[in-house]
T-cell receptor
Framework: NAGVTQTPEFQVLKTGQSMTLQCAQD?????MSWYRQDPGMGLRLIHY???????DQGEVPNGYNVSRSTTEDFPLRLLSAAPSQTSVYFC?????????????FGQGTRLTVV | SQQGEEDPQALSIQEGENATMNCSYK?????LQWYRQNSGRGLVHLIL?????REKHSGRLRVTLDTSKKSSSLLITASRAADTASYFC??????????????FGSGTRLLVRP
């Protein structure tokens, strides 16, 4: 099992560009989520999904879109990149969204917007 | 705002000493989890404690939960240099669709000096 795989690992964007951060899991987890982590801070929830076709907003959703067409994949789209979106992005998955089980994390995508 | 807040923000101890980190949260929870992050990499689950539990052990880890004070503590005994990492608490938050969102605190940076 690869677990949770994020691509790319590093990315530099110019202000106004769009891009998609990829996240895939091979554990048949229902629940997937995206977080961002800024220097010296904890993780803030951007969007999450409790299953294919179902997504919802987290704490900081503005400027980001998500979709969940399959159980395995949960891409995060930056619509028009801004310097404030410079951050490390983590994707996580867990067996269910009941909060009763551990979350598995990818290794992160380090995004710089110039 | 984030659900959980860790204290202290940073902790430096000598190898062999015990390390204690505290987490306070704001709303009722079903469970509380602790995660570890090495050098900005993906988070790794350490331990989960349910709201009806008061104490839990796993190896050198001891977690306590006081729901009346909305607080938890993580104790690492006989610390090793390899324990150097950031430690985060995470609590579940019930969403409108009856699923749970995992919300993280700001973390404690632990340095164990050889």
């Amino acid at each position: 099992n690869a677990g949770v795989t994020q691509t790319p690992e590093f990315q530099v964007l110019k202000t106004g560009q769009s891009m998609t951060l990829q996240c895939a899991q091979d554990m048949n987890h229902e629940y997937m989520s995206w977080y961002r982590q800024d220097p010296g801070m904890g993780l803030r929830l951007i969007h999450y999904s409790v299953g294919a076709g179902i997504t919802d907003q987290g704490e900081v959703p503005n400027g980001y879109n998500v979709s969940r067409s399959t159980t395995e994949d949960f891409p995060l789209r930056l619509l028009s990149a801004a310097p404030s979106q410079t951050s490390v992005y983590f994707c996580a998955s867990s067996y269910s969204g009941t909060g009763l089980v551990e979350a598995f994390f990818g290794q992160g995508t380090r995004l710089t917007v110039v | 705002s984030q659900q959980g807040e860790e204290d202290p923000q940073a902790l430096s101890i000598q190898e062999g000493e015990n390390a204690t980190m505290n987490c306070s949260y704001k709303t009722s929870i079903n469970n509380l989890q602790w995660y570890r992050q090495n050098s900005g990499r993906g988070l790794v689950h350490l331990i989960l404690i349910r709201s009806n539990e008061r104490e839990k052990h796993s190896g050198r880890l001891r977690v306590t939960l006081d729901t009346s004070k909305k607080s938890s503590s993580l104790l690492i005994t006989a610390s090793r240099a390899a324990d150097t990492a950031s430690y985060f608490c995470a609590t579940d938050a019930l969403s409108m669709d009856s699923s749970y969102k995992l919300i993280f605190g700001s973390g404690t940076r632990l340095l164990v000096r050889p």
